[in-house]
């Protein structure tokens, strides 16, 4: 999974990809107009606990992929900023918009506005997708001149698309049949992608009360959002593990960034942990939510799924509690699922398969 992060200049993005990503360099002082890409191991405590329980050599957790994006300029009408945006973050399975709530001004000088910065950004993703629309638009009008029928089911699909994106709405709020969805999905366009909020905010504000109208803007656009003060974060990750834990609850926080944003990555992408194992490893998976438990057997191996019989599911709470899969099956908490078992979050699976 990629998630790209996108913001304005100041937004404070490249510091939260540092935070996420445990970078100790930053790319923003270079002065160059770059991306940069890190993959990160997922945070799981359970995976360390089903570790100890199998006496597992190696731990094997899931991993995600961050950009973090040169940063966007408001309507400055550069095309090429636009494309190379849609190269970069085309296959990114979501976004993470970034917005300064932080200060008093914006990195140009004006007042600061994060609300307007939020509508100023999402306006941005739907003129690209807009410019992505209308140039397929003209090569269909172009090839149907030459073609005894006119008609087009792309053409009407892509004409209710730029419609919508020239009224400044998101593609996803568009009511789309399974098929529709298929084709788009093709253009990778920004608007179409789950998008998370993240208000970054000062040390002083972190239960965000200066952000309030961004806030607002993401509720009514109905996209997920999350309160994070970066700049303080990155400090706090700096620390040894003892001073660390002590500053989150000195500042009331549960849990480090990192953990917080790939948790409501993972919420917003509906993706779930499963996980298998033995002495020699200990492994997490991640599946979209609502896939059979043959789909989780296709992700560790094609094989699993053409030869699927059944599976063992132990649930990790239930192994987590009792101690031992030994205790789990004198308990009665195993249980044989045939293929279209869905598959939950935390399940152990031992998968029975034909070769």
């Known amino acids: 999974m990629k998630v790209g992060f996108l913001g304005f200049p100041g937004s404070g993005k490249t510091t939260l990809f540092n935070v ?42 899931p991993e995600m992929t961050f950009v973090d994006l040169a940063p966007l300029h408001r309507e400055n009408g550069d095309g090429g900023q636009r494309d190379g945006l849609m190269k970069l973050v085309g296959d990114a399975a979501a976004l993470a918009l970034v917005i300064q709530c932080f200060g008093e001004f914006d990195a140009e000088g004006n007042p600061l506005d994060p609300a307007d910065d939020l509508e100023s950004l999402l306006l941005e993703m739907t003129i690209t997708d807009l410019g992505v629309v209308e140039r397929r638009l003209e090569r269909i009008e172009a090839e149907l001149k030459s073609s005894r029928d006119k008609s087009s089911a792309e053409r009407t699909l892509l004409q209710r698309v730029a419609s919508h994106l020239g009224e400044g709405k998101l593609v996803a709020d568009l009511d789309l049949t399974e ?49 994070i003060a970066a700049t303080l974060e990155e400090e706090i990750a700096a620390l040894e593990d003892e001073m660390r834990d ?4 000195d500042y009331g926080l549960s849990r480090p960034a990192r953990d917080r944003f790939i948790r409501a990555c993972y919420d917003l992408l509906g993706v779930i942990t499963f996980f298998t194992g033995n002495h020699k490893d200990a492994r997490g998976w991640t599946i979209e939510g609502g896939r059979t438990v043959r789909d989780a057997g296709g992700k560790i191996h094609s094989d699993i799924y053409d030869g699927f019989i059944r599976a063992e599911i132990t649930p990790f709470a239930k192994l987590d509690e009792l101690g031992s899969f030994a205790a789990c099956r004198q308990a009665g908490v195993m249980r044989l699922e045939g293929r279209d078992y ?10 029975r398969f034909s070769r």
């Open 20 to 61: 996420v990503t445990g970078r100790v360099e930053y790319p923003a002082q270079t002065g160059r107009p770059e991306s940069h890409l890190a993959v990160v191991k997922v945070p799981d405590d359970r995976l360390f606990r089903l570790a100890e329980i199998l006496s597992s050599k190696e731990i094997i957790q």
């Open 179 to 227: 098929e529709e969805t298929m084709v788009l999905r093709g253009f990778a366009l920004l608007t179409h992608k789950p998008l998370l909020v993240v208000l970054n905010v000062a040390e002083d504000d972190l239960d965000g009360e200066r952000c309030r109208a961004a806030a607002q803007v993401a509720q009514e656009m109905g996209l997920a959002c999350e309160i």
């Open 246 to 249: 002590a500053f989150l609850a």
């Open 342 to 351: 869905l598959t939950e979050d935390g399940d152990y699976l031992d998968i």
